[in-house]
């Protein structure tokens, strides 16, 4: 069972604080997912410099939307950073269209780099919460299709929910998102801008999000899952230290 640690590259001195904390938690974790977004000065294929990759795989996303695949951008930027794994996801236009972006087709993108880079590792993400399983579950698909290796869930806050997906993706490398909710206000906002249907026992709290984490844990080991940490605004040492990784 693999475990992977996001590490979102607000600003160098917050990346480095993060990246500590993981090496603290000794080998407990295999992989360090970076994603990329916009509105931040430091892009995530730029911070592999800062990883132990003998330690871990380091994992920087690409948004689709921000690549014109005529112009070759992403494959310069793979041999310039010897990448050897990359997440593509299709990304969210920028806020009020002012910043620049393409009509990128992620499925075409995750095609072009299979087609140039064979023996680059290619993840893609899922979100149970933006479709219906059932179209959910056919877009995985098409993406495994276009040559995905395997897939990084959004955060699941029901286990039934992961139950369903992992029936469905058996076959397929999957790590399961988990993002620790601690406030109401984020609660409302993974709600409004994520769609997210929280189950009846759901509180915006450690205790509950711990809980929930260590029997996510367990599941996904009994169903050949990974798990994928993505801590948000959160006291680090006060969740991580009560989960269970065995």
């Not at 080998?27 to 132990?52: A, C, K, L």
């Not at 951008?73 to 299709?90: A, M, R």
């Not at 076959?171 to 109401?184: A, D, K, N, V």
Request: aromatic letters at 16%.
């Amino acid at each position: 069972m693999k475990f992977s640690f996001e590490i979102v590259p607000r600003t160098q001195q917050a990346f480095s604080q993060q990246y500590i904390f993981a090496q603290g938690l000794g080998s407990t974790f295999n992989m360090i997912n970076v994603p990329d977004i916009q509105r931040f000065s430091i892009r995530s294929w730029e911070t592999g410099s800062q990883i132990d990759q003998q330690q871990y795989q380091f994992i920087p996303h690409f948004r689709a939307i921000d690549f014109d695949l005529r112009s070759g951008d992403i494959f310069q930027l793979i041999e310039k950073f010897q990448l050897q794994h990359i997440l593509i996801v299709t990304g969210d236009p920028p806020e009020g269209l002012k910043g620049n972006f393409h009509n990128t087709n992620v499925l075409d993108m995750i095609r072009a780099v299979k087609s140039r880079f064979p023996q680059l590792i290619v993840y893609a993400g899922f979100d149970p919460h933006r479709n219906g399983v059932q179209d959910e579950c056919q877009y995985i698909r098409r993406k495994a299709d276009a040559g995905v290796d395997g897939f990084f869930s959004q955060p699941f806050y029901d286990l039934r929910m992961i139950e369903i997906y992992a029936e469905q993706m058996q076959g397929l490398e999957t790590f399961i998102g988990l993002s620790p909710i601690t406030t109401q206000s984020s609660q409302q906002y993974w709600e409004v801008k994520n769609k997210v249907q929280f189950p009846s026992n759901f509180r915006p709290d450690y205790d509950w999000n711990i809980e929930f984490a260590n029997q996510a844990i367990a599941l996904a080991r009994d169903m050949n899952m990974n798990i994928y940490f993505m801590p948000i605004r959160i006291e680090l040492d006060k969740y991580f230290g009560q989960i269970k990784f065995n």
